[in-house]
């Protein structure tokens, strides 16, 4: 995708993807987008608190836009959310993936918002030229870190921008956590391990990008250097505790599975029984059956403006 939405692979391709989603990417990495999309849809659906209470603080500098642009837009459970959030706003969902967008277009249909939701297909950010006008607020939730150059990126977005108009960017945030650290057998701290390998495959990810250039992780910096002007960072916790609804615990359980196969060769013998037993719908320490099982995560916003 080009997204945010968003690897949980939205939120596990990277750490701090670890346990979001949402979103497609422009990525130049090998994430079969498409394949991944009801992952990302349960993963963006179980967030929805969260990145309402973004758009809600995003909303009040952001008065009536005319135009938003979800830049890395994936199945578009965030595009959505911001079409009822704004109900004045015309809505662009932008992303690589065609099939991604075409289960945002049928996202769109059901909440009854067509008349003023559009998609654009193509590679972010090159896509964004396709605009008829500038955007009042562009978000791109963990789109970013797949394009290569991250800084040129970000003077793209910005010269996509109304003057006056608001940069917010989804990158950074905490890993989340789903079990407790001792979970009764195998050797504890098994997510802290699940996030060092995935850090790694993150690294590397990042390494194998078109045009890729290392960057310090300093947004407000990085968004000063694409001359736009840092109003702003904030953090916003999402907090399922247990017992979990069904759909948590479901995701969790995907979330999981992917760690297991993606991850798992990075693993010992010991974790990746561990991953078994916890997968597995029939033992009763499994993540289908424990009744500890929650979803606690944070995710962190980076907002700027385009001076006037």
């Known amino acids: 995708m080009t997204h945010g939405h968003h690897d ?7 750490h701090t993807h670890q346990g979001h989603a949402g979103h497609g990417h422009a990525h130049g990495d090998d994430i079969d987008w498409a394949a991944m999309a009801e992952m990302l849809e349960a993963e963006a659906g179980l967030y929805s608190p969260v990145y309402a209470r973004a ?14 642009v979800d830049a890395g837009s994936g199945p578009g459970v ?12 015309r809505v ?16 769109a249909a059901r909440q009854g918002v067509t008349d003023r939701f559009d998609t654009l297909a193509g590679e972010l950010p090159d896509s964004l030229n396709e605009l008829e006008y500038p955007a009042d607020l562009l978000w791109a939730s963990r789109s970013l870190h797949h394009l290569g150059d991250q800084k040129a990126a970000l003077s793209a977005f910005g010269a996509r921008l109304a003057p006056g108009g608001t940069l917010a960017i989804l990158e950074g945030g905490l890993p989340a956590r789903w079990l407790p650290r001792d979970l009764g057998f195998g050797r504890p701290g098994l ?4 996030d060092v390998a995935q850090e790694d495959r993150f690294a590397r990810m990042r390494a194998e990008l078109p045009g890729s250039v290392a960057e310090t992780e300093d947004w407000p910096a990085l968004l000063g250097a694409a001359g736009l002007k840092h109003t702003g960072t904030r953090s916003f916790l999402l907090d399922v505790p247990a017992p979990v609804p ?3 615990r479901a995701f969790v359980a995907a979330a999981l599975t992917r760690s297991r196969d993606v991850l798992g060769e990075a693993l010992d013998a010991e974790d ?15 993540v289908h059956q424990r009744p500890d099982v929650f979803v606690l995560a944070a995710v962190t916003v980076h907002r700027a403006v385009r001076p006037v």
């Open 191 to 194: 997510q802290a391990r699940l």
């Open 246 to 248: 069904n759909r948590a």
């Open 8 to 14: 949980h692979q939205t939120h596990q391709e990277h």
């Open 272 to 286: 990746r029984a561990t991953l078994d037993r916890l997968l597995d719908p029939t033992d009763p320490v499994s």
């Open 92 to 107: 662009v969902a932008a992303d690589a993936s065609a099939e991604l967008l075409e289960r945002a277009r049928a996202r």
């Open 55 to 68: 758009l809600a603080w995003l909303g009040k500098d952001v008065t009536e836009p005319g135009l938003i």
């Open 78 to 89: 965030i595009s959505c959310l911001m079409a009822e959030t704004f109900p004045g706003a």
